[in-house]
């Protein structure tokens, strides 16, 4: 999602060429979100990235995507009796940004969120802008806007390794390619990039977390919203009669095709189940990702430095999805030496902060 949302926004003006080790894009974490928007998640420093992307998502220009890009969900974040003090914590981050979050009853918890258990649904905060994205229809979009720029996407062309000597001499499996500047897109793999470019790592960490499709011993109501604990031990969301459950893991792992872990699903389950009043019948499917963080946990868009035309584009841990289209415009001005767009402040982000 991060190289080809920024392919297309460069390709108008550059000669763009993406490189995509895999057969196909999109099979680590692009293709493996729990596909939300909600502007809470990620913290208040995400936030205005997330924000900033709302346009783009709620209202695609019909040249971009035909098909609506979002659709209703609703978050409602719910704590377990005793652990209240997480709802206010949240509440009060988002004081004054702007974001809509009402605290509910015990009551109006209830009508949204039936299945929880009574000592989890004594107070909840309502988060009504939250919304389903269609990956893939997004992913398609950007893609197809860059194709039409004119940007070239090669798959099965790792970068294997590469010099900066009067440009990029880029060392790929499918052969050389030269270029002005280089962005690392490269997602978990993304220090590893920078390693084989020659340029220091920043510290970023892959964390797997998982996802598990379930079938309940009840029906499962398409309106649910997206039920969080505001601690972090779950959440989870209806889809065409299932559940997704995930256990809110954050496990260290390499840069890889990350797999789920047995215990991580027996996680899922158990934190489910003590929060809610069904079982889980049957597993249809699990499946793992990795979400890459940098140290301070907001992503990294900017030069390495002014003078080293190494551009990165990573760390977008959970959010990387709802971010793309701010996070898009803010690294294609900064390489076009455009004024910064939606108020953003780049220093927050930039990958010099860490040197
Ligand atoms: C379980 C899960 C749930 C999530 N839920 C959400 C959500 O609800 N909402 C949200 O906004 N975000 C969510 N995310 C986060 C989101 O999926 C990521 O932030 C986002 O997909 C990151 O995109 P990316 O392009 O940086 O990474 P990737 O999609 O992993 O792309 C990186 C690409 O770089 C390629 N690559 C690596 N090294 C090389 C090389 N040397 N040469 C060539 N190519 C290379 C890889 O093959 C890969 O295709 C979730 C993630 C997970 C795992």
Known sequence: MAGISLAALLAPERSVVVLEREAHPAMHATGRSAAFYAETYGGPGVQPLTTASRDLLFSPPPEFS??????????????????????????????????????????????????????????????????????????????????RAGAQILTEAELESASFLENWQIETRRGRVQADLLVNAGGAWADHVAAACGVSPIGLQPLRRTMVVADLDRPVADDWPLTVDAEGGFYYKPD???????????????????????????????????????????????????????????????????????????????????????AADLCAALILGRPVPHGLNAGTYAARRFR
């Open 66 to 147: 035909e098909q609506p890009l979002v659709s209703d969900r609703g978050a409602l974040h719910v704590a377990r009796q005793g652990k209240e003090a997480f709802l206010d914590a949240l509440s009060t981050d988002f004081d004054g940004t702007g974001v809509r979050i009402e605290t509910l009853t015990a009551a109006e918890t209830e009508a949204k969120a039936p299945l929880l258990r009574a000592d989890w649904r004594r107070q909840s905060l309502w988060e009504p802008g939250c919304r389903d994205i269609d990956v893939a229809g997004l992913h398609a979009a950007y893609l197809r806007q860059a194709r």
């Open 240 to 326: 065409a009669g299932r559940l997704w459950i995930s256990p809110h893991d954050e496990v260290p792992a390499p840069a890889g095709d990350a797999q789920p872990e047995e215990i991580d699903i027996a996680v899922a389950v158990d934190r489910f189940e003590s929060a809610a009043d069904a079982h889980v019948a049957r597993i249809e499917r699990s499946w793992a990702g990795l979400r890459t963080f940098a140290p301070d946990r907001l992503p990294v868009y900017g030069f390495e430095a002014a003078d080293n035309p190494f551009f990165w584009c990573a760390g977008q841990g959970g959010f990387g999805i709802q971010t793309a289209p701010a």
